[in-house]
């Protein structure tokens, strides 16, 4: 069974830290690339951060570049996302996804049904 399980989310002041965490189970992880996604109240899901296996490619979205790290760590089968000088509008559900064989160019604009595994999110909430 493929599973995808975040979790590190929960409440934070506004210039606090964060690390996420996507434990992947039931597929070839190296494989993979993983995304982070996040959905805040009202608006659609945005693609965050994404690291590949394939071409060995990162891809941040403007909005966190230079506060977010992704990391990978093979042997554990599991997607980190280490998230600094938090803000008040990173406030979000915070999914991980993967997709199989693909660039994070592909990741950083795939939808829904563009990715191949969806984990069940994790909350993060930003106070200010």
């Known amino acids: 069974e493929v599973q995808l399980v975040e979790s590190g989310g929960g409440l934070v002041q506004a210039g606090g830290s964060l690390r996420l965490s996507c434990a992947a189970s039931?597929?070839?992880?190296?494989?993979?690339?993983i995304g982070w996604f996040r959905q805040a109240p009202g608006k659609e899901r945005e693609g965050v951060s994404c690291?590949?296996?394939?071409?060995?490619?990162?891809y941040y979205a403007d909005s966190v570049k230079g506060r977010f790290t992704i990391s990978s760590d093979n042997a554990k089968n599991t997607v980190y996302l280490q998230m600094n000088s938090l803000k008040p509008e990173d406030t979000a559900v915070y999914y991980c996804?993967?997709?199989?064989?693909?660039?994070?160019?592909?990741?950083?604009?795939?939808?829904?049904?563009?990715?191949?595994?969806w984990g069940k999110g994790t909350l993060v909430t930003v106070s200010s």
């Open positions: 039931g597929f070839t992880f190296d494989d993979y690339a």
């Open positions: 996804a993967a997709l199989g064989a693909q660039p994070c160019t592909v990741v950083a604009g795939a939808t829904y049904y563009g990715m191949d595994y």
């Open positions: 690291i590949s296996s394939s071409d060995g490619s990162t």
